[in-house]
DNA sequence: GGTGAAAGCTATAGTTT
DNA sequence: AAACTATAGCTTTCACC
């Protein structure tokens, strides 16, 4: 039921590059391709895996500049910002929205082509909408990302 | 040179869904399975697709939560912040870093077991270091993710 | 650029240890 | 639970349109 060792080294693979395929994961961990296979449907089967997505270059895409909105509500009741989550996650330049804890309720990441749509989409889609207190503009000048989650679970072991 | 529209429907597949291979992309778009191997080895050339990731659920990592740390730096000096940015990237709990313009300097998301370790981790790694003006922590409730970035290019039409 | 057939490889199932 | 073998299917290449 737990992940062992094998599990964890072959989910990092592919949260790195899903590209390898399961005869070089098999090498990768020390095991037949067979098995290797019958692992990742497990973790499909499991929830564990839940996704794999291509990453495209945002310039190649026509997008010359990303920001955070960070956002306050004026009220924080379940229905409205469930029902604002599922808005915003529908705009085609939203990338994530997050609901969080402190001096702002959402940070929303989003793409634009260039200062004025980014304007146009922050007065537009999000100033204006009622439940919105206000809002903070970053501009993104810079992304690092890691891709692989650590293994914070004590029982990654030699258990299958 | 530019993306015509098979190619943005191609990328918008290929995001949301990677392991959609060449046979159903093909009968997707309606070109020969050859044609999209082709196509697809040319948006990799252009590095118009940079990579290929799965995504693991944090819980099975053990992961009880994730925050953001908005962070305000001393200075901003370039050589400064570019090594801050390598050295908080190296850190496994770190997802994303991002350089923002605003209030604070930098935006972080972790992951972490449980509150006993984001409180390490904050003060330890973060708080603690020299550069570091102030922290301030927010817990993530909730993200919604939309993994399709949008065409905003008006060049794609059928040129190839 | 796109197509279709041939070659090579990967994925899957069944069997053995 | 892992490895091996065999088959089916897909990916990739290439000559041609």
Redesign the pocket.
């Known amino acids: 039921m737990a992940l ?1 060792r ?1 599990d964890v080294a072959l989910l990092a693979l592919l949260q790195n590059d899903a590209r390898r ?6 090498a990768d961990v ?12 497990r973790l499909w089967a499991m929830g564990v895996l839940t996704g794999i997505h291509a990453e495209v270059d945002p310039a190649a895409m026509g997008i010359g500049l990303e920001a955070l909105l960070m956002i306050e509500l004026a009220k924080h009741e379940r229905a409205l910002v469930d029902r604002f989550l599922d808005e915003i996650v529908e705009i085609p330049e939203v990338r994530t929205a997050q609901l969080i804890t402190g001096r702002y309720d959402l940070i929303v990441h989003v793409v634009a082509r260039d200062t004025r749509h980014l304007k146009d989409l922050a007065l537009d889609r999000f100033t204006s909408h009622p439940g919105v207190t206000r809002i903070e503009t970053s501009i993104i000048y810079e992304t690092r990302a890691r891709h692989e989650l650590p293994m914070l679970a004590r029982d990654a072991d030699a258990t ?1």
Chains 1, 2 share one sequence.
């Open positions: 062992d094998i395929a399961n005869k070089q994961l098999a020390g095991l037949a391709p067979s098995s290797v296979h019958e692992r990742l449907k299958a």
